[in-house]
């Protein structure tokens, strides 16, 4: 018989012979495979054991992740933390105020006890003594100077102020009274005493005592305003020769006696002749005395007047809700559809039936924008001089409540207001890139002290809001359509190349005029904003041309020159075409008192002889000669492209007062000319926050005016 194992009918076919000690060996191995087996087995399980449990673990700890809080909830919390940590701070400092101020208390009361004035104490124990009739004796203090202290007649022991009797005790208040006002008018002069009604407790003895007094020390100078509502007292007074006054007393009015008419005398007749009768007498009237009228006061019934107050707030809640910050067209058109037109109709509603109403029309707004534009809304309304971006900024920040922002200190405010504007989310809140500065968060801060509740922005109105119709008088009309007219001739004498000699008029200084220059203001800023956000490549606009042909020539040059510039790349920040208030070194004040002379554009300014727009702006610092650098300057930014307001400023202030004299320049020594004035005082107030000049700017200046003049060569 054979084996049936593989390695036997190997060994078989082979002919070879397996030994035993072989077969041996491979029970062996198998036996230990066998182990080896039961071994990875037993391990297997409990690897299982394991894995079913940390598959429990898993899922426990999914159940637990689903239960906890969100990334919203942790920053929600968060910003509560850094809230309740902001009252901290804020009660720990009023807690140090208080500590200080108990402290100084504490002080004040000790000297106060250390403090002998026995002036006003004999003086009251003089009047005290009088007014008691000798009952009373002396008030003076105790020893540890904490309270007072009266001996009487008939107590050997001196008795306290609560000890004595009701009438005795009001005595005693009144001789204090009049001790501390008679020392005091000594040394500081005489204020009036007023007193109301000291005789409830007295005896007729005692108040004609007190009458007598206050009568003495109203003849050696005090005034005294004594009021009572008791007849008895009232004649006291009336006894010693005392001013009375009744309040409510109408005079009775006088009666009006008929004149008194003299009977017309009777006449006998005569049987044969008659005499002729005498004119009947004319009555004679008695005199009539006069009729003394009473005072009769007639208040007609006015409606309140929405009270007006000095702070500017920028926003109304009469006002649209398009004056929101941020708000885009399809948002407006969606609350105009659900009826909701002014801030008072945003501020009067819930976000859910804001919500409600927008779904039913059709629209979707989501609800944190609607919470977010009314939160602007609100603290825009509430807070005076904040403006719309800033408040948009501080709810996007966090700060959603008036409350909160009049309870935060500065530092924490600027703290938390440039960690959100540094962050991806706050990041389009930056002005022109730069964070708040620390004088933001304290006017802030400042004014949220002085914030209004919303029933009073309904109620009130700031003076500098009040409605056009209102503020628009009759004169101001007429000045308005004076000033338009004025507008009409400039113009029309600019077109046919007249002399600009126009009369200068007196400028209004009145809230109303301020917040029309402020709004025309706003108006040419955003303007001059949308002309410099215009894509490079864009043809500038040519100036106003003229009946003479070298205008128009000029004209037809500057267009071409503007285009070949603009096709390389560069770009314009001033032609002659841009408003004055564009041209550097010019300012809104400046420039409204140019335009008043006729300078409107840039053109006016380059063609206007420095002496005549001088003369006829007439203010000290307006000069001839600051002019002429004004010319400069603007001639010098029209001429070379990509050149800044304090640019051409710094160059002018340096000696290069032309693209000519540019381009001859040397990159290095310009810059060591323009070095110095750029680390003085006069350069740091040309270039205020912007970035100094370095080599490679002054190179890029040299470069732009070769190009210009390729290009206007060309």
Known sequence: QHCSHVIHQSASVSGGIVSTATIQELESRL?????????LLATRGTQEETLHARRAMLERLRAELANAATLEQIDH?????????????????????LNEAEASLKVTITRLKQRVDPEVLNLASSYVRRLTQDECTRIFGDEARTRLLVQTRHQAEPMTISQLSRGTRDQVALALRLALIRTRSRRFGHVPLVLDDVFITSDDVRASEVARLLTELAEEGQQILFFTCQHDVRDVFRRFGADIRTFGQVPEPA??????????????????????VPPAPKPIPMPVPAVVQPLIVHVEHQDQPVSAHNWLYYLEMDHSIEDLYGISRREVEALHAAEVRTIADLTDLSIGELDRRIQLKGHLISASRLNALRGQAELTCR???????????????????VTELSRLRPETLYDRITEFQRSAAGRPFRRNGRLIDRQQAINWSRWGQYSRSLSEARSSRSRFAQPRAERLTEGEGRSRREQRSRSQRIRQRRRNGEALTVARRRIENSPETRMRRARRLARRRRMLHREKSTPRGTVLRQSASGNGGSTGSRSAMERHVSQSVSGSG????LTRSSDIEAAPSIGPRTAELLREVGVITVEDLLRGSPSRIAEQVARPRITEKVISLWQKQSQLMCDVPELRGHDAQILVACGIESREELIHQNPNDLFHIVEPLANSKEGERIIRNGKKPDLAEVTDWISWARQSSAQRAA
């Open 31 to 39: 036996l230990q495979l066998r182990a080896e087996r039961a071994r």
């Open 570 to 573: 560069l770009r314009y920040y």
């Open 255 to 276: 009666v009006v006696h008929e004149p008194i008419m003299v009977p017309e005398p009777a006449v006998a007749p005569e049987p044969v002749f008659v005499a002729p």
């Open 383 to 401: 807070i005076p001089m904040l403006r719309r971006s800033d408040a948009a900024l501080l709810y996007a920040a966090g700060i959603q409540c």
């Open 77 to 97: 919390l968060r910003f509560q933390i850094a809230s309740l940590d902001a009252q901290t701070e804020l009660m720990e400092e009023r807690l140090h105020q």
